[in-house]
């Protein structure tokens, strides 16, 4: 983490398990794969996921008939069972082809540490892609001098979208402040509205939360300095965030539970919610799946207390170690890091280009918004999606988040984050 922390530090002023669609078989009766075949392994299944994947592969078949393809999706946002079955199937030398994986320390921490994946710096060669995505990005998913996965996007992790009907009809201000915050929450849970919607079914969404308070209670710096270990959990500026978590769940819905993130999103698209703090697939999920328009039926604002900052969720492949059809996917990756590639993807997923020159005119306000805010802001790493802590660290966060949601015991979630600090 020390490297992220000096990296976003410089850069940033510059700058369960349903396998879907097998489109084809691609093993061989050795258990080998076709060398003319790639699997594609991620988490994108079902609404607001996998438009943008299907697009992408859809563009690549027609682009390179001649390889086949395997669409090896698990559902559940976030990786939540996905990332299990890659952990038993790269356990078990049997890797797909290629591999989402956020770039940061679960890519590192997890696949690169244990030799697990080929370095890729031959295909940014190849590609003239040194001066084409961010260095803050090359960083992200480089050990060193070897660079391991090629990133299709970036995903913001601390925006807030609202109804605007609803924020209309009650006279809201957009709250740029976690104490704004409490003040619009409490005039909208008083008029009898959900403040915010929240799904943390799996718990990752609430650990969201979590982490957008710490960048505004820490500040951006202070976020980094706590990843990377030089703050402890215990210090008073972690206390009043999880003081803070805490008050923000008094307004969120009561069945938050049974709720995943799309289910949560609904709440405020039918207007039953007035915000949700999401990830900006929800914003794919919203154009794409509930037709709902940018700007017109919901609008946008920076997790309050986070105005400036950036919290990068970045989804990357790479090359494992030990399979068979290394040319293919050698082009699949090639042609995940091209401007077609990332623009027959991002405007579908919500997420903004990781190439610097695609081509904006592609985006809707909040993709062109939002390209723009990536080049000024300062830059985080998201902990809930995998990129400011080993996935041990998050997993045990997760666990924290989950508890503390129910209990609110806040010496009990300190001591918990405290003790899996070492893990980070
Ligand atoms: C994130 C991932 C996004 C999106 C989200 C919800 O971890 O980076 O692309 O899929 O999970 O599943």
Same mark, same amino acid.
């Given at each position: 983490?020390?490297?992220?922390? $000096? !990296? ?27 060398? @003319? ?33 395997? @669409? ?34 679960? #890519? ?89 919607? #929240? ?24 976020? #980094? ?23 923000? %769940? ?7 539970? $049974? ?30 799946? %509930? ?27 790479? !090359? ?15 042609? #995940? ?8 993807? @991002? ?13 904006? $005119? ?19 790493? $998201? ?28 010496? @009990? ?12």
């Amino acid at each position: 983490m020390k490297k992220f922390y $000096s !990296l976003f530090l410089l850069l940033s002023l510059a700058l369960v398990v349903s396998a879907c669609s097998a489109d084809s078989k691609t093993d061989s009766s050795d258990g080998s794969k076709d060398k @003319n075949s790639v699997e594609i392994f991620s988490w994108w299944t079902g609404a607001g996921e996998e438009e943008g994947l299907l697009a992408l592969i859809d563009q690549f078949k027609e682009n390179y008939p001649d390889i086949k393809v395997e @669409n090896a999706a698990v559902a559940g946002g976030a990786g939540t069972n996905a990332k299990a079955v890659l952990a038993t199937r790269m356990q078990g030398n049997d890797p797909p082809s290629t591999f989402q994986v956020h770039g940061g320390e679960e #890519l590192n921490k997890s696949w690169v540490a244990a030799d697990k994946m080929t370095p890729l710096n031959d295909l940014y060669e190849a590609n003239g892609w040194m001066d084409k995505f961010p260095e803050a990005l090359i960083e992200l998913v480089s050990n060193g001098d070897d660079i391991y996965s090629v990133p299709v996007n970036v995903h913001r992790g601390n925006v807030m979208f609202y109804n605007m009907d609803v924020f209309n009809e009650h006279g809201i201000d957009v709250p740029t402040t976690l104490d704004e915050f409490f003040v619009v929450a409490e005039k909208l849970q008083a008029a009898g509205v959900v403040p915010l919607a #929240l799904g943390d079914k799996e718990s990752w969404e609430a650990t969201m939360i979590f982490e957008n308070v710490l960048a505004a209670e820490l500040g951006r710096d202070g976020y #980094l300095q706590l990843f990377a270990g030089e703050i402890d959990f215990t210090d008073a500026r972690v206390v009043a965030a999880a003081e803070k978590f805490g008050k923000i %769940l008094d307004y969120v819905n009561e069945d938050h539970a $049974s709720r995943n993130w799309q289910d949560s999103a609904q709440l405020v698209a039918e207007g039953k919610a007035a915000m949700i703090n999401m990830g900006d697939w929800a914003k794919g999920y919203f154009v794409n799946d %509930l037709n709902l328009v940018t700007n017109q039926d919901f609008g946008y604002f920076a997790f309050p207390g986070t105005v400036g900052d950036f919290a990068v969720i970045t989804d990357t492949f790479g !090359l494992p170690k030990g399979i068979d059809n290394v040319e293919s996917t050698k082009e699949f990756l090639t042609f #995940l890091g091209s401007v077609e590639g990332q623009d027959v993807f @991002n405007p579908l997923k919500g997420s903004i280009p990781a190439r610097i020159d695609a081509d904006p $005119s592609k985006y809707d306000d909040y993709g062109k918004d939002t390209m723009e805010d990536f080049k000024t802001a300062q830059l985080f790493p $998201s902990l809930a999606h995998g990129s400011a802590a080993s996935e041990g660290f998050v997993t045990k966060a997760n666990q924290a988040v989950n508890i503390f949601v129910t209990q609110r015991d806040v010496k @009990n979630f300190i001591d918990s984050l405290q003790n899996a600090a070492p893990d980070m």
